[in-house]
């Protein structure tokens, strides 16, 4: 079992700074590209940044040059840097993490995604 819990959202006003992390845990042999994804109601969910275990990045349009991906791969921790926050920023925000594990000889692939955070951009 491999499990990714998410921490770091909150209530933060526009302008203002907010850190994401994301631990991932349990039976894990590596971890390809981690990431940040966002939903608001009624909405697709939509990819934010992400890293790859080499840590190349990639980011969406609306938030580069504000939000800052990272990772620790040691920890198997992901972080989203998320500054000059505006209230479209206003979401869930969901860890995901292309898990490889080992078992019985074999290798399994296994796309896991976190619970979320709620980030809330308002005055």
């Known amino acids: 079992q491999v499990q990714l819990v998410e921490s770091g959202g909150g209530l933060v006003q526009p302008g203002g700074s907010l850190r994401l992390s994301c631990a991932a845990s349990g039976s894990i042999f590596s971890i390809n590209t981690m990431g940040w994804y966002r939903q608001t109601p009624g909405k697709q969910r939509e990819l934010v940044a992400t890293?790859?275990?080499?840590?190349?990045?990639n980011y969406a349009d609306s938030v580069k040059g504000r939000f800052a991906i990272s990772r620790d791969n040691a920890k198997n921790t992901v972080y989203l840097q998320m500054n000059t926050l505006k209230s479209e920023d206003t979401a869930v925000y969901y860890c995901n993490a292309e898990v490889r594990r080992y078992s019985f000889s074999m290798y399994y692939d296994t796309d896991i995604w976190g619970k979320g955070t709620l980030v809330t951009v308002s005055s």
């Open positions: 890293i790859t275990s080499g840590g190349s990045m």
